[in-house]
């Protein structure tokens, strides 16, 4: 069955250091999202991106974050320069259909630490 | 503002037992209702949505959830619990226009034999 996967698991950065969380979405899907999770809290959404532009993000999603997607399959998320505050888990999200309200297929998580 | 309330943040049942776990949610109109499971080291998988029509909406695994428009309510319901049922549930709500979704901070479940 087709997944979304994401690397690292687990990525430990200094504060101020650069960091860039991938994600491979489902091959046929046109929507992709992602959302982080700080420890204990709900999951918020970041950022929506549809046909190689931002369609919507939060205000949480600052000129720190940035997300491209550099080929066919590779969705990433980078962070520019890290804060204590952006340890959290990081889901990737994707979508098929035309619609935001397919079903959004999310990736098993990076958990980011930040020193 | 929209917001998702999910007051149970840890719920602990027998093994065979049913289930209730409550969703309220805060927004203008009706928005686009869903439920995810998370297991340990896994993604969110979806175990139902509600967009309209029939209020009792059935999903994956024997879950089932009731939107109640009265209530602002969508609450997850299973009548009887299996040891695989123990994780992280996640009510989530989307707005009508928009793709952006809203998430409660989840309820634990743990199943006892």
């Known amino acids: 069955e087709p997944e979304v996967t994401q690397t690292p698991s687990h990525q430990v950065t200094q504060m101020g250091q650069e960091v860039i969380l991938r994600c491979v979405p489902i091959?046929?899907?046109?929507?992709f999202y992602w959302y982080r999770q700080i420890l204990g809290q709900k999951v918020e959404f970041l950022v929506s991106?549809?046909?190689?532009?931002?369609?919507?993000k939060s205000e949480i999603f600052d000129d720190q974050f940035s997300v491209e997607r550099p080929d066919g399959s590779n969705f990433t998320l980078k962070i520019r320069s890290t804060k204590l505050e952006d340890s959290a888990m990081y889901f990737c999200a994707s979508v098929f259909g035309t619609s935001g309200y397919n079903e959004q297929f999310f990736g098993p998580g990076t958990r980011l630490t930040v020193l | 503002a929209q917001s998702v309330t999910q007051p149970d943040i840890h719920i602990t049942v027998s093994e065979g037992a049913s289930l209730e776990l409550r969703c309220n949610y805060s927004?203008?109109?009706?928005?686009?209702l869903f439920w995810y499971v998370q297991s340990p080291g896994q993604g969110l998988q979806l175990l139902l949505k509600y967009f309209s029509g029939d209020t009792l909406v059935q999903g994956i695994k024997g879950f089932e959830a009731e939107f109640k428009r009265s209530q602002s309510s969508f609450n997850l319901r299973k009548p009887s619990v299996h040891w695989s049922d123990a994780a992280e549930y996640f009510c989530?709500?989307?707005?009508?226009?928009?793709?952006?979704?809203?998430f409660g901070t989840g309820t634990s479940l743990t199943v006892i034999p």
């Open positions: 091959s046929n899907h046109l929507y």
């Open positions: 991106f549809y046909n190689n532009e931002i369609s919507e």
């Open positions: 989530a709500v989307a707005p009508p226009r928009g793709n952006q979704f809203y």
């Open positions: 927004y203008g109109a009706t928005p686009y």
